[in-house]
């Protein structure tokens, strides 16, 4: 049966996938803080005047969170504490490279954390979780208002996407864009939109974010790779969506209670 096929490979295979996907830019980061171990320092070192040592540590603290963090989700262990170690990984790389002043990578790190927050929250759905002495809010536990914030944070990345010039191609792809994203943050007919916005999002990562076509020692290759793996970052976010549903918070679950 096709459609009980579908469904039993996307509760069993697409989570993997998600999670993959989702981690991919801590993964990409955290490398790169290996291999360019003594650029980073002397940055953090340049910009914050904190010194040689503190500037090691915030380089090496960035290298063993991410990488750990990301070994811990994709083996399923202790993936809440992860999820934290990420956030927090997330929030001290927001001050340290001064991201909160430019607005387009703040909301690209809020989309990240929106990602995050969904993997809590299905983290959350498989067994004892952290907040088990949380008395649940009537019908809508925590869980579902992190799947709520999840989903609304992830809809930023989409507002960084969206270009104001005004040729046709791009007034469609706004309209498109923007109608998807509103059904996503309210969750209605929240799987089809999600996985609508995935196959678009990969498109565009692709063709804009191609960083395999530029020489590695050009600074466009690594603006590229970090763009591209932000982005699949994101697309892991959706498919969470799409793999788990939108949650209690949502118009998709209000339509089945009338």
């Known amino acids: ?21 989702l981690i991919s830019t801590f993964l990409e980061d955290g490398i790169r803080m290996w291999f360019q171990w003594n650029e980073q320092r002397d940055y953090i070192e340049a910009t914050w005047s904190c010194g040689y040592f503190l500037a090691a540590c915030f380089v090496l603290l960035n290298l063993l969170g991410q990488l750990g963090g990301c070994v811990l989700i994709l083996s399923r262990n202790f993936v809440q504490y992860a999820c934290f170690a990420l956030f927090g990984i997330l929030s001290l790389q927001t001050i340290a490279y001064s991201i909160l002043w430019d607005l387009k990578f703040l909301m690209r790190n809020l989309a990240l954390g929106g990602g995050l927050l969904l993997l809590l929250a299905e983290s959350r759905g498989e067994g004892k979780s952290m907040f088990a002495g949380v008395p649940s809010m009537g019908e809508h536990s925590p869980k579902q208002y ?17 270009h104001f010039d005004p040729s046709f191609i791009s007034i469609l792809q ?3 864009g923007t109608a998807l994203i509103v059904l996503v943050a309210i969750g209605f007919k929240t799987k089809l939109a999600a996985l609508t916005l995935v196959l678009w999002l990969f498109a565009v990562n692709v063709y804009f974010n191609a960083f395999w076509m530029v020489p590695a020692y050009k600074p466009m290759h690594d603006f590229l790779k970090y763009d591209f793996f932000q982005t699949m970052s994101v697309i892991g976010g959706l498919l969470l969506i799409v793999a788990l549903g939108p949650g209690g918070v949502s118009m998709d679950e209000k339509k089945k209670l009338w």
């Open 146 to 162: 992190m799947q709520l914030g999840g989903r609304v944070l992830l809809v930023l990345m989409f507002m960084t996407l969206l």
């Open 174 to 176: 706004n309209l498109v």
């Open 1 to 21: 049966n096709m459609p009980q096929d579908l469904e039993l490979v996307t509760k069993q295979y697409l989570p993997h996938v998600a999670r993959l996907c």
